[in-house]
């Protein structure tokens, strides 16, 4: 009868991903612990892994009213209405579980993932800084800042994010592509022969690095086709 047993018991289950097993404890524990946060909060981890969304969406909405100011919480919310597309929810749960915990990458990342859906780019671009600096290695938003860089066509910035990229992704060819295009249209915007040669140059290798990873890339071989001619 002790709800502090089903809790531990469910976070036990829990970490040996045994799901059914920690739903049921999990929800013994808010049975007999109804206005304790806890058992709600894990209950809706629970249902969440589960695929089992209105439970967790419930589960999290009660956890919600008992303790107001829970970031995972509202991080949960916030995933679960990302997934029903419903963008306005989500931001506004993800913003508000930043406000608490300005630590939650997830959260930081799906919160720029809607502003780059909404078309809101600078925005977007300041979320994948900011994650970046918690986290330089976080290859996902470091993509996803260098695409935006390339379109607004900030070609500095691009190749310098692109090429961070590859020491990370160092057998995806589309990355070395990305790279090499950035290279070439950094090296067209410069008015100076002499900047652009050692550009024009890295951007060969970037394409053959393509066609190392890559070897039926059409578009890569144009490339290097294109960058011999002007030699």
């Known amino acids: 009868k002790s709800p502090v047993v089903h809790y531990w018991l469910g976070r036990l289950y829990l970490q040996s991903r045994s799901l059914d097993d920690a ?27 589960q695929g089992k969304d209105e439970a967790a ?9 008992l303790a107001p100011k829970v970031a995972v919480v ?18 506004k749960e993800f913003s508000e579980a930043l406000k608490i915990d300005p630590s939650l990458t997830e ?3 799906n919160l720029s993932l809607i502003y780059e859906k909404n078309g809101e780019i600078s925005q977007a671009v300041k979320e994948w800084q900011r994650i970046l600096e918690d ?23 691009a190749v310098r994010e692109y090429s961070t990229l590859s020491q990370v992704r160092q057998g995806s060819p589309d990355v070395f592509f ?54």
Do not use: C
């Open 57 to 65: 969406t419930k589960a999290y909405l009660e956890a919600n009213r």
């Open 178 to 231: 990305a790279l090499g295009e950035s290279q070439i249209l950094l090296a067209a915007s410069l008015s100076d022969s002499e900047d652009r040669l050692p550009l024009m140059e890295a951007a060969e290798e970037s394409f053959r690095r393509v066609l190392e990873l890559d070897p039926k890339n059409e578009e890569a071989k144009i490339y290097l086709d294109r960058l011999h001619t002007r030699k």
């Open 135 to 157: 986290d330089p290695n976080e290859s996902e938003a470091r993509e996803r800042l260098a695409r935006a860089y390339l379109q607004r066509k900030q070609y500095g910035e």
């Open 107 to 109: 959260a930081r990342y």
């Open 23 to 49: 739903a049921r404890e999990f929800g013994e524990a808010t049975r007999l612990a109804p206005k304790d946060d806890h058992g709600w909060i894990s209950l809706g981890h629970v249902y969440y892994a």
């Open 74 to 91: 509202h991080s949960g919310l916030g995933n679960l209405y990302l997934k029903k597309n419903d963008y306005p929810k989500a931001q």
